[in-house]
């Protein structure tokens, strides 16, 4: 017999918006393809430019999830506010009226992530192609929450995407899309052979390119579980930065021992995962770096939201440590 | 049929927060995970062979949990051929029966720490029964007293400083114990040490059966396993049928590996336990009850786990070894103790909560409370890979698919060994 189950609303919501918008928060298109104007990106090419709108969402999901952490997700007020977001559902995602706290400078920083990674592979000698507004989330969340069959669908509009743009790599941002696309997808599209790579792997290749980052403060890389469990990617990260002449602390848990920075509890747990990101937090400062560096949009979330007031780190994306180097 | 989890969602999500808040908890885990981690490197250091016999123990492992209908009727075989009586139960609800059965009625039982004990609910059971039972572990002692749930597998009192035990005691034993660990360890000893001479039945787990010869292996460091299988004159020994492999020397190397991830060099003791106590020093004539127990008894438990080893995706949660390594490098974990769980514990247990102990129902929050993060399988001895079946069972209950409840064909199989009391 079957059994419908019924789950917090918000792991609906998230599915919902994936499958109907093509992006967890129903973001659109536009919104998030809104960090690429003036790069006049073909929208065919060799080599697939994919954020997978993930930096994007960032500032958005931080809100939604702050709304939450004050309502019980059981109560009224919250069926009530899901009801403001179902009608919202129909006309898409409009940021500015029902998250009025998510700042514009927020907004334009995550952005910026993006625009600074096409920066950087560019400048590398990579010819990027990029899908514009037609550019869809990977499904990750899908995978993640359960929701397997959703995906199996999804994940046909996804690849034809991609092979819309005609391109043979991909480069993703965040390896929660690389891990998607390289590991899962292949069991539920037969045929999709695009070779899969994430941003990190692209730079690795051509590290020699990169400019110097002048600075003798050391740095501490956070590795993020799915780059380095399931892609296996560590000592790349470390790679590049001694390639830019940057010295590594190393925190007690790194690489294939990474701690979780707390984010995937973030949507049904949100205190408990601020104290994850707290702790993980702790754990890189007690190194005595300064910066922290990630490679994960989520990461990077969560990471800042653990920091607490006085602390002295700042936490920064490998793209924007990066882009330091072009900016110089 | 409808099933609404928000409201259980909301309250787990409230009770994980208080726990994260919950001063005790973060003081005693954050010494326990720090001294698992010092041990354990330091242990490793000194044995550093353990890494290739873990490996050489999943292939074990991996092999028993294939063969398991065979090899349960071996190691049932075994433990009669050594004048013991050997039962399977299929389900908790059996395995409890079956043992307020062999105890009798008004009896007193002394009990070693036992996690299918927890499952079973089986002091509960034997107490409504009329049982007087005594948790001889001192962290389930205090437990018992405080009338809680394990928080940890291998420490189930991980999470009570020794305030609060010197607390509980004085007004357990009606006088003023004080918040000193030797003076709290003592007076349980000598409590304790009464119990085990004068109970009718002492109760053990089992961290390993060999199946050919039917030896029972159990670990511990306090040395109330010994006592409580040793002084009573009945020992019944309960446990689950996956901890079986084929030979005495496979058990020993599970063993090794169970105590090393478990923080151990060498525990302070190992149990092996096999049949009745007996003599032959009077004209050879065998008489049982020398020293030790007359009877010996072992009731194999499934209640879930036949179903987990035929299903391709789940079986290898059960080459567990409850060594407890994973949950000390869980970040929900580390900061919830055993709130993250259901009688299981963290992201193993709450695989073992939908096969064995709750169902899907219960083990919902607990799967979607685990970050997926993976390293858990980094520190797993048998690399056990929980994040693939956390995201197997949350599809299951998106999908509202069941956990299958068909008849056991397994129970069928071995029903030639099986035997009732009062056969
Ligand atoms: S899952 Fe692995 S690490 Fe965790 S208790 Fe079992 S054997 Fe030990």
């Known amino acids: 017999m079957a059994v419908e189950t019924k789950l917090p609303p918000v792991l609906d919501i998230i599915r919902s918006n994936i499958v109907k918008y093509g992006n967890p928060l129903a973001m659109k298109g536009s919104e998030v393809a809104s960090w690429a104007k003036g790069f006049n990106l073909p929208k065919r090419g060799d080599i697939l430019f994919y954020t997978g709108g993930e930096y994007q969402l960032l500032p958005f999901i931080d809100s939604l999830v702050k709304t939450m952490t004050h309502i019980d997700q059981g109560s009224k007020g919250f069926s009530l506010m899901m009801g403001v977001r179902n009608v919202l559902d129909k006309a898409g995602f409009n940021a500015e009226k029902v998250y009025a706290s998510v700042l514009a400078k927020d907004r334009d920083r995550y952005n910026r992530v993006c625009n600074k990674a096409a920066h950087i592979l560019q400048r590398l000698g990579y010819d990027l192609c990029y899908p514009g507004d037609e550019e869809l989330y990977s499904g990750a969340l899908l995978y993640e929450l359960g929701f397997w ?34 590991l899962v997808y292949p069991q539920l599209v037969p045929g999709f052979s695009a070779e899969v790579k994430t941003f990190v792997e692209m730079v690795w290749e051509q590290r020699d390119k990169l400019p110097a980052i002048p600075t003798s403060k050391p740095v501490v890389i956070h590795d993020s579980c799915r780059l380095a469990r399931e892609l296996e990617i560590d ?50 400062e007690e190194t005595g770096a300064e910066i922290i560096l990630t490679s994960c949009p989520y990461c990077l979330a969560s990471l800042e939201g653990g920091q607490t007031k006085g602390d002295k780190t700042t936490v920064e994306d490998l793209i924007e440590f990066l882009y330091r180097g072009f900016a110089a | 049929m409808k ?10 999500a409230k ?28 242990t490793m250091k000194r044995y550093p062979h353990t890494p290739d016999l873990a490996l050489e123990v999943q292939g074990i492992k991996t092999k028993a949990i294939e063969n398991n209908p065979d090899l349960l009727q071996q190691a049932m075989a075994s433990v009669e051929r050594n004048k013991g009586k050997a039962f399977y139960a299929k389900d908790a609800a059996e395995a409890v029966a079956l043992a307020a059965q062999i105890i009798g009625k008004g009896k007193t039982v002394v009990k070693g720490k036992s996690m299918l004990g927890e499952e079973i609910h089986l002091r509960e059971y034997l107490e409504e029964q009329g049982t007087e039972v005594w948790e001889t572990d001192l962290g389930e002692f205090i437990l018992q007293l405080k009338k809680e749930r394990p928080m ?48 009718d039945v002492g109760i053990s787990g089992a961290n390993v059966v060999a199946a050919d010869t039917g030896a029972m292996v159990i670990i511990e ?69 020398a020293h030790g127990p007359k009877e010996f008894y072992v009731i194999f438990v499934d209640n ?89 069972l949350r599809k299951m209950i998106v999908n509202g698919e069941q956990i299958a409840q068909e008849d056991l064909t397994l129970a069928a199989t071995v029903g030639n060994v099986s035997q009732a009391l009062s056969s």
């Open chain 1, 149 to 182: 069959e959703d995906l199996k669908e999804y994940a046909q509009k996804v690849v034809d995407m991609i092979e819309r743009t005609g391109a043979k790599t991909i480069v993703c941002l965040s390896p929660h899309a690389a891990e998607v696309l390289k």
């Open chain 1, 235 to 284: 000592e790349e990260i470390r790679d590049i930065l001694q390639a830019v002449g940057v010295p590594i602390v190393e925190a007690f848990r790194n690489k294939k021992w990474t701690t979780c920075c707390g984010g995937p509890s973030k949507l049904l747990f949100p205190e408990l995962s601020h104290t994850m990101g707290s702790r993980r937090v702790d754990e890189l």
């Open chain 2, 3 to 12: 099933l609404d989890l928000t409201k259980d969602f909301a309250e787990y």
């Open chain 2, 15 to 42: 009770d994980l927060n208080q726990a994260s808040h919950d001063e005790n908890i973060q003081k005693a885990m954050t010494r326990a995970v720090k001294s698992y981690r010092d041990t354990t490197a330091e």
């Open chain 2, 152 to 199: 940890h597998i291998l420490s189930p009192a991980i999470h009570v400083p020794r305030e609060q035990v010197a607390e509980i005691f004085s007004k357990f034993f009606g006088k003023e114990v004080p918040p000193d660990i030797a003076a709290e360890v003592a007076q349980v000893r000598e409590f304790m040490r009464d119990k085990y001479f004068t109970s």
């Open chain 2, 221 to 289: 460091n306090e040395g109330n396993v010994r006592l409580s299988t040793g002084a009573p004159p009945v020992h019944i020994v309960m446990v689950g049928i996956e901890k079986i492999v084929p030979t005495f020397s496979d058990a020993m190397k599970v063993a090794e590996v169970t105590w090393r991830y478990a923080q151990y060099g060498i525990p302070g003791y190992v149990n092996i336990i096999s049949g009745p106590s007996k003599t032959g020093d009077i004209e050879k004539v065998t008489t049982y009850g």
């Open chain 2, 304 to 392: 879930g786990r036949s179903l987990m080893a035929r299903d391709e995706r789940f079986s290898q949660a059960l080459h567990c070894l409850r060594c407890g390594g994973c949950m000390y490098e869980c970040p929900v974990f580390q900061v919830t103790a055993g709130h993250f769980g259901y009688t299981y514990l963290g992201g193993i247990g709450s695989i073992w909560t939908a096969f064995v102990s709750g169902g899907l129902e219960k083990a919902a929050p607990l799967l979607y409370t685990c970050l997926r993060c993976g390293r858990c399988v980094e520190r797993c001895p048998m690399s056990i890979n929980v994040p693939e079946m956390v995201g197997q």
